[in-house]
C-alpha cells in the first residue's frame, strides 16, 4: 500500500499556515493597540474560554463521528497517524484564535466579539460536520459494500 505525505503536514504549507497564524496574531495586536482605552479582563477571559470549549466540541464531534461511521482498524490506524502530523498545527491554530479573541474581547468592554467567534466556531466546527455526518456514513457504507462511492486514492 502507497503511502503519501498528508499535504496539511508538508513543509510548505505548514510554513504557510504558521505565517497565517501570525497575521492574525499581528492584526489583533494592532487592533487592540489602536483601540484599547483600558484593557477589560473578563471578557479577553471569555473570548479565549470560547474558542477552548470550541476546540473541546471539536474533539467531541470526532469522536461521535467514529462511534457512527465505525472504521476499520486499518482505517482507524491511518487516520491516528494523519492526526498526530496535523495536531501541531490545529494547537497552533486553536491557541492563535484564542489569544486574539482575547484580545479584541478585552481591548473593547464587549462580549459581542466573544459571541460572534463562538457562533462562526459552533456553526463551521461542530453544526456542519454532523450534519455531513449521515452522507460520510453512507459513503462509507457504500465503498465497503463494493466499492461504489469510494475514494480512488484509498484503493
Not at 499535504?7 to 492584526?27: C, D, E, I, K
Not at 473541546?56 to 464531534?61: K, P
Not at 461542530?126 to 466499492?147: H, Y
Amino acid at each position: 500500500m502507497p503511502t503519501t505525505q498528508d499535504p496539511l503536514a508538508s513543509g510548505r504549507l505548514r510554513v504557510m499556515l504558521y505565517v497565517s497564524h501570525a497575521s492574525v496574531l499581528f492584526a489583533c495586536s494592532v487592533f487592540a493597540a489602536v483601540v484599547v482605552d483600558d484593557w477589560h479582563w473578563l471578557p479577553a477571559l471569555t473570548g479565549a474560554s470560547v474558542v477552548a470549549a470550541m476546540a473541546a466540541g471539536n474533539v467531541l464531534v470526532l469522536r461521535i463521528a467514529i462511534k457512527t461511521v465505525r472504521p476499520t482498524a486499518e482505517q482507524l490506524a491511518r487516520g491516528r497517524e494523519r492526526q498526530r502530523g496535523r495536531r501541531p498545527i490545529h494547537v497552533a491554530g486553536y491557541v492563535t484564535f484564542a489569544i486574539a479573541a482575547a484580545l479584541v474581547s478585552g481591548s473593547i468592554p464587549s462580549y459581542w466579539p466573544a459571541i460572534v467567534v463562538g457562533a462562526i466556531l459552533f456553526f463551521t466546527m461542530i453544526v456542519l460536520p454532523l450534519a455531513f455526518l449521515p452522507k460520510l456514513k453512507r459513503r462509507v457504507d457504500n465503498s465497503a459494500v463494493g466499492g461504489m462511492g469510494g475514494d480512488s486514492r484509498t484503493g
